[in-house]
């Protein structure tokens, strides 16, 4: 039996890429689509070997809006040659080593690259590339963190590429990653039932988001109330942003429950109207200082927020709570179209008409969600002047779309009006629900996840359906968030 190679392949070494060391030639090549050089004394000849600061990975060109970026792929790729000896040295993660260099190098390379241009928005502290000092940090965390970042690279992966065969290996090694994520995460809440620790609430969050990202069809209910459990073991959500390293855990967590609740029927939200109103606490003790970044204004987001809390009270309303209903729902509908779209771009250091864009962007779903659930539980009236009013907002946020979809700035902003507009589409023409269905599926390419494919499937079932109401769209509640991860770097273990 031939001896097995003690060096990396000449092309893992020329890419700065770890190696499985398989004869004749390794599976990296393999998966790559690339011929292995083999592990030969001397370089082979028709290999050009790749000089300081050049590009050591296949990647896909990346647009010019990143030309000027402040950290180019050369300075990523340089950093790559640290990370190998690293993480070798490690004897506990040797079985995982090559698979977390490859998750390291892969969110540097792409995932990171593809979301760069929003940089140009504002600065966004919780974007930015793996270095040696995060990754030697992160190998001392848990397996189930450790085994997040290469389960969400490896979703990225599945839903980036068109190759079937590629696709199902990938998804194979995800499923194995994702079941030792569930092992390892028990074992760590069984351990510190009733004191939980900063990773363990990360932990179930990346797992909620994991789950969205692959379409997982589990009930999402089990991981936000285990979020809000150790919560409120906590001290409740006014303590836990006490803690200024969790910001990032809990805006995460705050956009993802609210939109949640959009997609769920009005009987059967994720969100408590409590939970809700802890959440807009959050908003005004931290003074918006958490979601400078938010493409949604946030009043609008606080105005989103009360819409769902307005569903779910009609759903079970009185006969003599109608009319305060309908007081509240207008009051709200109001706060949504007085909402300052140039006071707000005004108060953004750079891009301001961009920012304008997605202000129009959000106001308009904002008002389509509140006027058509309104509408489903009999709050609003179906009368012509609401339904005219409708026909405007709907036309005017897909003019608006198609603007912004040109741009690589904003695009991955635009999930959640975009499921607005097909709802609305219900009642639009064919040509508005195709251009709704198409942008959805290259959506779910850019983003390298399958959330807006799964809603359009969600969509066209609605469309095929007869119905125009909104809770006719959503039989259960879902979990449409295209966020893939939260920056995880600043959490310690209390």
Not at 214 to 227: F, K, M, Q, T, Y
Not at 230 to 235: A, N, P, V, Y
Not at 476 to 493: E, K, M, N
Request: aromatic share 10%; net charge positive; proline share 5%.
């Amino acid at each position: 039996m031939e001896s097995k190679p003690k060096k990396h392949c000449w092309e893992c070494r020329r890419r700065c890429l770890v190696c499985d060391f398989t004869l004749p030639g390794c599976n990296r090549c393999r998966k790559d689509g690339v011929d292995c050089p083999g592990y030969g004394a001397s370089k082979p000849k028709r290999l050009r070997w790749v000089k300081p600061g050049e590009i050591s990975s296949k990647t896909r060109k990346v647009k010019s809006t990143l030309q000027t970026s402040p950290t180019p792929k050369r300075m990523l790729s340089a950093s790559m040659n640290e990370l190998v000896p690293m993480v070798l040295q490690q004897p506990p993660l040797m079985t995982d080593a090559k698979e977390l260099l490859d998750a390291v190098e892969y969110y540097n390379t792409q995932i990171y690259l593809d979301m760069l241009p929003m940089e140009a928005l504002s600065t966004n502290p919780w974007l930015f590339p793996l270095s040696p000092s995060h990754v030697q940090r992160g190998i001392t965390r848990p397996d189930y963190v450790r085994f997040s970042l290469i389960g969400m690279t490896l979703g990225y992966r599945i839903n980036q590429t068109t190759d079937r065969n590629q696709q199902e290996f990938l998804a194979k090694s995800y499923c194995e990653y994702r079941g030792r994520v569930i092992q390892s995460l028990t074992r760590s809440i069984q351990a510190q039932y009733n004191q939980p620790n900063d990773l363990i609430l990360a932990g179930i969050m990346a797992l909620l988001l994991a789950d969205a990202q692959h379409g997982v069809s589990l009930n999402p209910r089990c991981h936000l109330e285990a979020i809000f459990r150790i919560i409120s073991l906590r001290g409740g959500v006014g303590k836990v942003l006490e803690a200024e390293h969790l910001d990032s855990f809990l805006t995460c967590f705050m956009f993802t429950a609210v939109f949640a609740n959009t997609s769920a029927p009005a009987h059967d939200l994720l969100m408590t109207e409590t939970q809700v109103n802890g959440l807009q606490d959050v908003i005004r003790q931290s003074n918006g200082q958490m979601f400078k970044f938010s493409a949604c204004p946030l009043n609008l987001f606080s105005a989103i927020a009360c819409t769902s809390n307005l569903r779910h009270r009609a759903a079970y309303f009185e006969a003599s709570s109608a009319e305060t209903l309908y007081d509240e729902a207008m009051a709200n509908l109001r706060s949504i179209e007085q909402f300052s779209l140039v006071e707000w771009s005004a108060s953004k250091p750079v891009c301001k008409p961009e920012w304008e864009l997605l202000g129009i962007i959000y106001q308009s779903a904002a008002a389509l969600y509140c006027i058509s659930s309104m509408q489903s539980l009999s709050v609003f009236p179906s009368t012509t002047r609401l339904n005219t009013h409708l026909d405007t907002l709907t036309s005017r946020l897909e003019e608006h779309l198609q603007t912004a979809f040109l741009s690589p700035r904003v695009d991955r902003f635009l999930f959640w009006p975009l499921m607005v507009l097909g709802v609305a589409a219900a009642r639009g023409s064919d040509a508005m629900r195709i251009s709704v269905a198409r942008e959805l599926s290259r959506m779910s390419f850019r983003m390298g996840t399958c959330v807006p494919f799964i809603t359009k499937g969600l969509l066209e079932k609605f469309w095929g359906s007869g119905e125009t109401h909104w809770d006719a769209c959503f039989n259960h509640p879902y979990v449409l968030t295209t966020q893939i991860a939260f920056d995880t770097s600043r959490l310690g273990h209390g």
